[in-house]
Nanobody, 115 residues
Framework: QVHLVESGGGLVQAGGSLRLSCDTS????????MGWYRQAPGNQREVVAA???????NYADSVKGRFTISRDNAKNTVYLQMNSLKPEDTAVYYC?????????WGQGTQVTVSS
């Protein structure tokens, strides 16, 4: 079975940093992209950062320059480094892995940024 498990969320003051981790298990063939999504109350789920199989990164405009997505291939783990956090970043963050025909989701981890 394929499982994605996020960790690293929590409560942090504005201007602080958090590092989210997404541990993957099981066999996932033909990965096209990995990414982080978030959803806040009253908002639609949105893409925060994405990493293609070729190593190309894309970020939402709201997080450019502050967030960094990366992957440790040896550990099968994808990370989201979040710096200079703002209250607007408060949301549940989800890890996502996509193949040509399937996509996988983690259970989500809560990030709360206080003023």
């Amino acid at each position: 079975q394929v499982h994605l498990v996020e960790s690293g969320g929590g409560l942090v003051q504005a201007g602080g940093s958090l590092r989210l981790s997404c541990d993957t298990s099981g066999s996932i063939f033909g990965i096209n992209s990995m990414g982080w999504y978030r959803q806040a109350p009253g908002n639609q789920r949105e893409v925060v950062a994405a990493l293609s199989r070729n190593g190309i990164t894309n970020y939402a405009d709201s997080v450019k320059g502050r967030f960094t997505i990366s992957r440790d291939n040896a550990k099968n783990t994808v990370y989201l480094q979040m710096n200079s956090l703002k209250p607007e970043d408060t949301a549940v963050y989800y890890c996502n892995v996509r193949t040509w025909s399937l996509n996988y989701w983690g259970q989500g981890t809560q990030v709360t940024v206080s003023s």
